[in-house]
């Protein structure tokens, strides 16, 4: 009986968590760049259920006792372009590709911007990042393009960090922001030319996504960047710079409201099994404990 209880209070814990999660995409539908979250359950391991008779054991089966939310896992689906006007604004509008190992074409991905191979194995599209930097020198991962200018000229993300160039430097501004114009690769044009002008946004290209951690304020950062296979972009990476252009949120409203709604009949289910388990304990203590 206590296993059922357990199982059920399990079940409880694991669709509060995808409640949480339900709550905090729909708390971001407005932020730039924000990427959905999906919470992924996993069930406990099974337990061999066996009877004992006339000395001997025999297996009757296994046993599922619960679930818990093992993880949450980032969408890094393109959203939506839309524009601001701002110069210092920019977007960024990817269709990276990877070709598969065994055929060499390139691969299809589906819509949540994976693809399983025949054996079994996940490979995620390649995403790119605006690259910024802390205060301490780590480089940090971000699609929220709303930058300022400081003081100095130093070019800042939405989060106040310092947003670096293609060598790894922060991106510092010489003339009047007014006359910034950037082109569709990245690269800073020089309003006396009109060419490009030797600098270049540090735009990311990030090959394993999946390695890359979110720390909030829109920004991911990757404890093993060989692991992650992250680069500086280059001519042949199928991106676009877009300036005076921000991505919005990719949160699936319609999703989410559903998730949002399973979570909570779920959560339900389960406390009413509690709640049986509760009643029925009730009765054995205190009616089958008289007799």
Known sequence: MLRGLYTAAAGMVTQQRRH???????????????????????????????????GTIKPVGHLNTGVFAEQSISQYLQGDIVESGKTTDFALSTDLQVADPATGQNIVFDGSGKYVTPEGEVIYRPQAFFTVQDNDGNNLYTRNGSFTVGTGGEVLSAGGFKVLDSNGRPLVLTGSQDNLKVDEQGNLIDPQTGRPSGTKIGVSVITKPQELIRDGNGVFHADDVQAADIRYSNGTDNLQVRQRYLESSNVDVTQVTVDLNAAYR????????IQFYDSTLQKAVTEVGRV
């Open 20 to 54: 949480d999660t339900a709550t905090q995409n729909i708390a971001n539908l407005q932020t730039t760049g924000y990427k959905q979250v999906d919470s992924v359950s996993h069930a406990f391991p099974d337990v061999l259920i066996s009877a004992m008779s006339n």
């Open 266 to 273: 779920a959560y339900e289910a389960n406390q009413k099994v």
